[in-house]
């Protein structure tokens, strides 16, 4: 398993802008050879910052997806 995160910290009247972009998302990658899933995940704490969490069979396979 290899998992790729990426966290934003947007201005707070954008949150739900983004939220919305990652929901309509084309899902391209998640017919990518090893993709395991996707997951946006929103701080409790503080709800403008957004973490993006990408799960791959390998680490080869975020090379070639």
Known sequence: MYIVTSTVTVPEEKTDDLIA???QRSRRVDKA???VSFRLIQNTKKLNELTV????????HISNG
Do not use: N, T
């Open 33 to 35: 050879e090893g993709f």
């Open 21 to 23: 972009i990652y929901q």
């Open 53 to 60: 969490h990408l799960e791959w069979a390998s680490k080869k």
